[in-house]
């Protein structure tokens, strides 16, 4: 009995000596996502895209041998709760890396909580130009969505054909609404230089009430409107904006960026919808550019029970396979390691190869714009046709 106890022992403390993956441990990635609030219209679903990820990925046996698990926190959408989550989740629950939050307000403030504690951080959604600046840039911050830059000057693309000079503006007063507007307003006076900004509405974000905004801008007569409004935020001023009269006075001329085109936001507006105008989407179901798309959005139909699955949902999912890839690169769940390997790191994703630049750890991650047109099959807008504009010109 004393030989045996004396094995047992020896086996369990060499046991610990065995390194993480040897052991079969938990890679714990904490994911702090806005799940409550008008922002939970992007939020939750690119949750479910990083779950889906996750559950594929530990089917197949994990990384480096190890099942990853996912521990999601509301943010509520507010930057002091994104940082008291993010640190909870790195004291608290001893998470090896961190992926999430939706705004602009809430990315930054959490880098600096992985830049703190020397943890990677992969920012799937926040555009804000300030979150890899070069005075914000920090060994351990990476995104994989678009920037404000690349949307901006996206849209003075498509604007820059339409017969019109005289535009307005409206957007969130933070981070993002303030950075997208301005790349809009600089690309679009270099491609018509005769264009002029008549009018910039800057309603608090999770504005109720657009009314007087609308009014306002009503009162300048454009002939086209800037919007990047987005989620639950974008539906509430569309439907206020509707019975106003406001996008017959534009005559349709409307570009609404933050994913006013993505399925979340079509289908909960329904015919409510402003038929006509234009907005982008980062992916949809209906857009297949490759068979890997094709597949991946029947899984994802198949995953979340929906015959039109979420367009967020390849955030989530990209976010996670492109840590999934640094870690099995680096060998290692070191966040100095797996820091290194996601430099210039380019992955095969559903909707094509991406790769996250050295210079600013940036993805170069383009969206798909077009005009909304209702599909009666489905009783709800898509982009017709759905575009997918190359970001590469756009980015610096």
Same mark, same amino acid.
């Given at each position: 009995?004393?030989?045996?106890?004396?094995?047992?022992?020896?086996?369990?403390?060499?046991?610990?000596?065995?390194?993480?993956?040897?052991?079969?441990?938990?890679?714990?990635?904490?994911?702090?996502?806005?799940?409550?609030?008008?922002?939970?219209?992007?939020?939750?679903?690119?949750?479910?895209?990083?779950?889906?990820?996750?559950?594929?990925?530990?089917?197949?046996?994990?990384?480096?041998?190890?099942?990853?698990?996912?521990?999601?926190?509301?943010?509520?959408?507010?930057?002091? %709760?994104?940082?008291?989550?993010?640190? %909870?989740?790195?004291?608290?629950?001893?998470?090896?890396?961190?992926?999430?939050?939706?705004?602009?307000?809430?990315?930054?403030?959490?880098?600096?909580?992985?830049?703190?504690?020397?943890?990677?951080?992969?920012?799937?959604?926040?555009?804000?130009?300030?979150?890899? *600046?070069?005075?914000?840039? $920090?060994?351990?911050?990476?995104?994989?969505?678009?920037?404000?830059?690349?949307?901006?000057?996206?849209? *003075?693309?498509?604007?820059?054909?339409?017969?019109?000079?005289?535009?307005?503006?409206?957007?969130?007063?933070?981070?993002?609404?303030?950075?997208?507007?301005?790349?809009?307003?600089?690309?679009?006076?270099?491609?018509?230089?005769?264009?002029?900004?008549?009018?910039?509405?800057?309603?608090?974000?999770?504005?109720?009430?657009?009314?007087?905004?609308?009014?306002?801008?009503?009162?300048?007569?454009?002939? *086209?409107?800037?919007?990047?409004?987005?989620?639950?935020?974008?539906?509430?001023? *569309?439907?206020?904006?509707?019975?106003?009269?406001?996008?017959?006075?534009?005559?349709?001329?409307?570009?609404?960026?933050?994913?006013?085109?993505?399925?979340?936001?079509?289908?909960?507006?329904?015919?409510?919808?402003?038929?006509?105008?234009?907005?982008?989407?980062?992916?949809?179901?209906?857009? $297949?550019?490759?068979?890997?798309?094709?597949?991946?959005? %029947?899984?994802?139909?198949?995953?979340?029970?929906?015959?039109?699955?979420?367009?967020?949902?390849?955030?989530?999912?990209?976010?996670?396979? @492109?840590?999934?890839?640094?870690?099995?690169?680096?060998?290692?769940?070191?966040?100095?390691?797996?820091?290194?390997?996601?430099?210039?790191?380019?992955?095969?994703?559903?909707?094509?190869?991406?790769?996250?630049?050295?210079?600013? $750890?940036?993805?170069?991650?383009?969206?798909?714009?077009?005009?909304?047109?209702?599909?009666?099959?489905?009783? @709800?807008?898509?982009?017709?046709?759905?575009?997918?504009?190359?970001?590469?010109?756009?980015?610096?």
């Amino acid at each position: 009995m004393l030989r045996r106890s004396l094995l047992v022992t020896l086996t369990a403390a060499l046991a610990l000596l065995l390194p993480s993956y040897a052991r079969g441990e938990k890679i714990k990635v904490g994911f702090p996502i806005i799940l409550s609030g008008g922002g939970a219209l992007f939020g939750e679903p690119a949750m479910k895209g990083a779950q889906m990820y996750v559950e594929e990925i530990n089917a197949a046996g994990g990384v480096l041998g190890r099942p990853i698990e996912l521990i999601v926190r509301d943010t509520k959408g507010n930057a002091d %709760e994104a940082v008291r989550v993010a640190r %909870e989740l790195i004291l608290k629950d001893n998470v090896d890396f961190l992926v999430g939050t939706v705004t602009s307000a809430e990315g930054p403030a959490v880098s600096v909580v992985a830049k703190e504690n020397k943890i990677v951080f992969i920012a799937p959604i926040p555009k804000t130009d300030q979150l890899t *600046a070069p005075e914000k840039l $920090h060994p351990y911050v990476f995104r994989v969505a678009a920037n404000t830059t690349v949307e901006g000057r996206s849209a *003075a693309e498509v604007v820059a054909k339409w017969n019109v000079k005289q535009i307005a503006t409206i957007g969130p007063d933070y981070a993002y609404g303030q950075d997208v507007t301005r790349a809009f307003v600089s690309w679009i006076k270099k491609l018509k230089p005769g264009v002029e900004i008549v009018d910039q509405e800057w309603p608090k974000l999770g504005e109720a009430d657009y009314t007087p905004f609308i009014n306002a801008m009503m009162g300048k007569k454009p002939d *086209a409107v800037f919007s990047c409004l987005w989620g639950g935020f974008f539906v509430t001023f *569309a439907k206020q904006a509707k019975p106003l009269g406001l996008f017959e006075a534009v005559k349709l001329n409307v570009i609404a960026v933050g994913e006013a085109g993505s399925p979340e936001t079509a289908k909960t507006m329904g015919s409510d919808y402003p038929f006509g105008i234009w907005g982008n989407s980062y992916d949809a179901f209906y857009w $297949h550019p490759s068979p890997a798309h094709r597949d991946y959005a %029947e899984r994802l139909s198949k995953y979340l029970k929906d015959p039109y699955p979420s367009s967020w949902a390849i955030q989530g999912y990209t976010g996670m396979q @492109f840590l999934v890839e640094a870690i099995k690169k680096a060998g290692s769940t070191d966040s100095e390691k797996v820091a290194k390997a996601l430099l210039g790191l380019t992955i095969d994703t559903p909707i094509g190869r991406q790769t996250l630049r050295e210079k600013d $750890h940036q993805a170069d991650r383009g969206q798909l714009y077009g005009k909304m047109t209702l599909d009666p099959a489905i009783g @709800f807008a898509v982009m017709k046709p759905p575009t997918y504009i190359d970001p590469s010109r756009f980015m610096d």
